[in-house]
Each structure stands twice: as C-alpha cells, then as structure tokens.
C-alpha cells in the first residue's frame, strides 16, 4: 500500500477523548493530527456528568475554568425508590460535579488547538503496517494513505484502531438507554442534584445544567421494539413517554418538552473485566484510549472522565520519552525511535490498566444487577459489591497526575 502523507503523530476520532489528547500533547509542545469523520466538530449525544476526577483532569488541560462558567455545581443526589416507597439523599461531597453540555465540552477543547489540528472528513477504512517500516498505514475513504509514526485510536465503541491491536468487541448489556435535553425559557426551579427515579426495571434521573436545561435519561432492560427507532427522534420521544407512563407526571413532562435533536437511544455496550486485565493495547506505535479502550456503562458516570483521565496520561508519558529522540529520523535511528515510542505507550498502559480495571469491574457489576432477573444472581452480585466497593464513590477521588 502506497502512502501520501507522513505525520508523526495520528489520532483517529475527534470526539471528547480525541480532541482531549491532542490538547494534552499540544500543551507538551508536540504536534498532533486528529482525523474526524465528520464534517463540523462531532456533539453526538446531549449532555455529559464530569466527577471531580474528571474536573483534575480538565484543570491540567486547561479549560475547566472556562467550562465551570457553563454549568451548575451538583450539590447532592437524591434516589427515590418508587416500588418500595423509599428516599435516599447522598449529602454534598466538597469537590465538585458539574453536568455540561457536550457541545461545550467539545467546542472548549477544540478552541484550544491549533488551528489545523483537526482535519474532518476523513473516515478511516483500516489500519496495516507497513512491511518496510512498521509504522501504520491508514487508509481513508477518499482512497489515501497516510504513514504515521505513532497512532492513537480514540474512535470509539466500533474501534478501527481496535481491530487492527486485535482487542475483542465490546459486549451488550441487556438494557437500553434513552438521554435528552429539555429547555425552560422562564427557568426549571429544579434543585441542582442528580435526582433519580427508580422502579423494579426502570430508571429515570435528571440533572440540571444551568438555570434553564435539565439533562435526563431513562434506561430499561431489552431492547427497544424497533431498530429504526434510533433513526426518528420524535418516535424516540414517544416511544419513551409511553414506556415510563408509571412514573411521576414531573418526569413525563421533562421528556415530552425534550428537545428532539438532542434525544440517542443506545444499546448500552461494554468492554469486559477480563478484557481489560488481560487485552493488549498497544503493537508497535499504535494504542488506544477513551471508549475505544475501555468503553462502559453509565451506571457510575465515567466514561467521559475517565477519558480525560487518558489523555493526560498519555500525552505525558509520550512527552516523557520523546524529548529523547527525534521522532522524525530516519534510517538507523528507526529502530531506537519504535522502542522509545513503544516503553511510553507501555507506560501508559500499565498506569490506566488497574484504574481502568476498577471502573470496568463496577460497571459491570451494576449493570448485571441492572438486567438480571434472578433473586439469587442480584443478592450474589450486591454482595460483590459491597465486598470490592464498600464506599461506591471512592472512584471520583483519583488523581491522574500532572500533564
């Protein structure tokens, strides 16, 4: 396969994670390349929960202080049982927890780059190494190659840069998940918590952002009765008022005044425990991060953090190594450049693989309580986690570093 282009440093997917590491690297002082298969800067879904870990990590990328102007401190969360009758209040933690739009985190991000560091429309097809030199070669919609010395695929759940380190695709749970954004021009008067309504299979929550959008999602076992719902956002809507027609008239009227351009309906995916512990995230130059890593479920609220937890980490220890080598020799010097490039992205992995596990392993946990209908599996696996996760928030108290 014949290449064009060579750059030293590729990341396939522009999205949190993406944009994320190529920040992180820029405020290195190393140039990067995002490739976006979109069109315009990509906001797929409606809101996102950042944990104070998450907002560690944003301090280092420098853009929280702009973000925290955007949304509203979480001051507590509050789960109401409905088919048990019962209220729990988690009192307010001292750091903090926002919900922000994607678009705002995205755009935030993307404003810190430099201008052409992310070139859109350019959907990659497949990854190959290249015979001569090993390096991979990616190759694009539009017939092109591009030769990179160092490849990142942060393109999520369905990784082309997955399949080409051979990790296993990610699973399904049994559940499905409904997210939207609702707007009320005079104000929602809501409290600014994470409020949760949970019936026997159902779970329905909202946070607001500000003063006047509400986050919410609903999220059930099975799946949803037709495949083209996903494609018809107004069938979304309905499909979701009749499903939670049990539940308080409040939270029927946050959905029925969704916005619908920004209603997703996904089948929750999932990267196994196992895989984690014992995947292979790195051959060569190429790696992995974000959902293409590690994709959950959102049962704990940290895919996205734990995203930028990534990009921090990576781009410090490519940092770390680079400053020994000119990544762009070439002849002799190859082979020693490889073996520098692959001891970070070593590195990198061995500092996410047991963090990444942990989240992996709750998640997974709560999302088998979630869709089991066993009495015996659910005590079984509440057990579990009160045996590995006696405080369940402790995940929101790591540090990913410094950049």
């Not at 944990?51 to 301090?59: I, Q, S």
């Not at 393109?155 to 990790?167: I, K, P, Q």
């Not at 079984?380 to 986690?385: D, F, H, P, R, S």
Request: charged content about 25%.
């Amino acid at each position: 396969m014949e290449y064009g282009e060579e750059i030293d440093i590729v990341i396939v997917g522009g999205g949190i994670c993406g944009l994320a590491t190529a920040l992180a690297l820029h405020r290195k002082g190393i140039k990067s390349l995002v490739l976006e298969r979109s069109e315009t800067l990509r906001e797929t879904g409606a809101a996102i929960r950042v944990r104070p870990n998450g907002w560690r990590a944003l301090d280092q990328l420098g853009v929280a202080s702009k973000l925290r102007q955007t949304a509203l401190p979480i001051q507590r969360q509050r789960d109401i049982w409905l088919y048990r009758n019962k209220e729990e209040t988690i009192k307010p933690q001292s750091e903090e927890a926002r919900c922000l739009l994607r678009s705002d985190l995205v755009t935030a991000i993307a404003e810190g780059l430099p201008h052409g560091t992310i070139r859109f429309g350019c959907q990659v097809l497949s990854v190959q190494p290249d015979p001569l030199t090993s390096y991979p070669l990616i190759q694009l919609h539009n017939g092109s190659v591009i030769k990179a010395k160092i490849l990142i695929g942060c393109d999520g759940a369905h990784s082309v840069v997955a399949d080409f380190l051979g990790l296993k695709p990610p699973k399904l749970f049994f559940l499905w998940a409904v997210r939207g954004l609702t707007c009320y021009p005079s104000g929602h008067g809501l409290p600014t918590e994470l409020t949760r309504f949970q019936g026997e299979n159902f779970i329905i929550g909202r946070i607001p952002i500000d003063d006047k959008l509400v986050y919410w999602f609903v999220s059930n076992q099975g799946y949803p009765p037709d495949s083209n719902i996903s494609k018809d956002p107004e069938f979304i809507r309905e499909f979701t008022v009749e499903s939670i027609r049990a539940f308080p008239e409040e939270m029927l009227d946050v959905v029925r005044r969704s916005d619908p351009e920004k209603l997703t309906l996904t089948h929750l995916r999932y990267r196994a425990p196992w895989d984690i512990l014992l995947g292979k995230f790195r051959r060569g130059t190429v790696t992995v991060a974000g959902d293409a890593m590690h994709v959950m479920g959102p049962f704990i609220g940290q895919g996205g953090s734990a995203a930028l937890e990534d990009a921090v980490v990576l781009a410090r220890c490519l940092a770390q190594k680079l400053h020994q080598v000119d990544i762009s020799a070439e002849g002799r010097q190859m082979m020693i450049i490889q073996n520098v490039i692959g001891e970070a992205i070593d590195q990198f992995v061995k500092e996410r693989r047991m963090r990444l596990l942990k989240l992996s392993l709750q998640t997974y946990l709560l999302g088998s309580l979630r869709q089991s209908s066993s009495s015996l599996a659910k005590f079984a696996t509440m057990a579990l986690m009160m045996i590995l996760f006696r405080d369940p928030s402790a995940h929101t108290q790591y540090y990913c570093g410094d950049l």
